[in-house]
């Protein structure tokens, strides 16, 4: 498997786009390194990066390279997998890939439970919006993502989706925390917070504004929910929620459930590539996962 060493190694660089920067990553000196690459251009008959004053950056013939090198560093990690099922310890290494607005409790749940049987397993957790997730399959960076409410691709396929009806995040001294049901012109007045991302959440909101001819007090846009969650804590602000990001209630702060005349609700998708066979690792952590949004949300599990 020496082989795949050395393709690891340009697949390190072509991310880094630096022969130095890549070199500090794997532990090896830039010369060294820069005559691996250069061995292997040798072997390929055919430059594989464009040396730029700033770095480095695959050419046509990189870019091609690069997606197969991908994959085989990807299907080794799967066999790898299945190896070691054979032998009863599973081990392995997931990649997942999420916005900002499915980054909360559940996941992070998640991974603790399926590691609390399977200690050997390790996860590296990207969040980027669905445009780079996409990208991340597509790359073989990562192996499965969760994106709310978007338009997919014909190239990938959807594990599982799970309708989300949208709450509300009010501090307990809110005008409108004692209703048990709250309309949405009754938010109107009070200012909001919103998600920065171009999608999702935002664009439910967008198009209801739109539908109503209403519109809200935009104050704060950020891609950072633990920030929409402390902010709410200094002022009778509003702010958009999924039940499957509710972090644990705390005494200062309650997610309120909109009225169901005015719920305004999405899709939260689990994807991958299509065709592509999943390492163990990430195929029975979606399949923990899938047990339990069943349990959680039976009726909009599908």
């Not at 691709?153 to 409108?176: A, E, G, K, R």
Request: charged share 25%.
């Amino acid at each position: 498997m020496r082989h795949l060493t050395h393709l690891k190694y340009i697949d390190v660089v072509a991310k880094e786009k630096s022969i130095r920067k890549a070199s500090e990553k794997l532990s090896i000196t830039s010369t060294a390194l820069n005559r691996r690459i250069i061995a292997l251009e040798d072997e390929i008959g055919t430059p594989i990066f464009e040396r730029l004053p700033s770095g480095v950056r695959l050419n046509t013939a990189g870019e091609l390279l690069i997606q197969h090198v991908r994959f085989q560093i990807k299907d080794l990690s799967r066999v790898l997998s299945q190896i070691a099922d054979l032998s009863g310890n599973r081990r392995g290494h997931v990649n997942i890939t999420c916005n900002s607005t499915t980054i909360g409790n559940f996941l992070s749940f998640q991974i603790a439970k399926y590691r609390s049987n399977f200690p050997e397993v390790t996860f590296d957790i990207k969040r980027s919006n669905t445009d780079n997730s996409l990208k991340s399959l597509k790359n073989f960076e990562a192996d499965i993502a969760i994106v709310f409410d978007s338009v997919l691709p014909s190239d990938v396929q959807i594990i599982s989706s799970t309708n989300q009806n949208l709450y509300l995040l009010l501090n307990i001294n809110h005008p409108l925390i004692d209703y048990e049901k709250i309309k949405l012109q009754q938010c109107i007045e009070f200012p909001l917070i919103l998600h920065n991302e171009m999608e999702g959440i935002k664009n439910l909101i967008n198009i209801w504004e739109l539908k109503n001819s209403y519109k809200f007090k935009h104050i704060i846009t950020t891609d950072s929910n633990e920030f929409m969650i402390n902010y709410s804590q200094y002022e009778n602000s509003i702010s958009f929620h999924l039940p499957i990001s509710f972090s644990r209630d705390t005494k200062n702060l309650k997610y309120q459930l909109i009225d169901e005349k005015d719920a305004i609700k999405g899709s939260l998708h689990i994807i991958q590539s299509k065709g592509r066979v999943l390492p163990v690792a990430a195929a029975k952590f979606v399949d923990q996962m899938l047990v339990d949004l069943n349990k959680k949300f039976p009726n909009e599990t599908r």
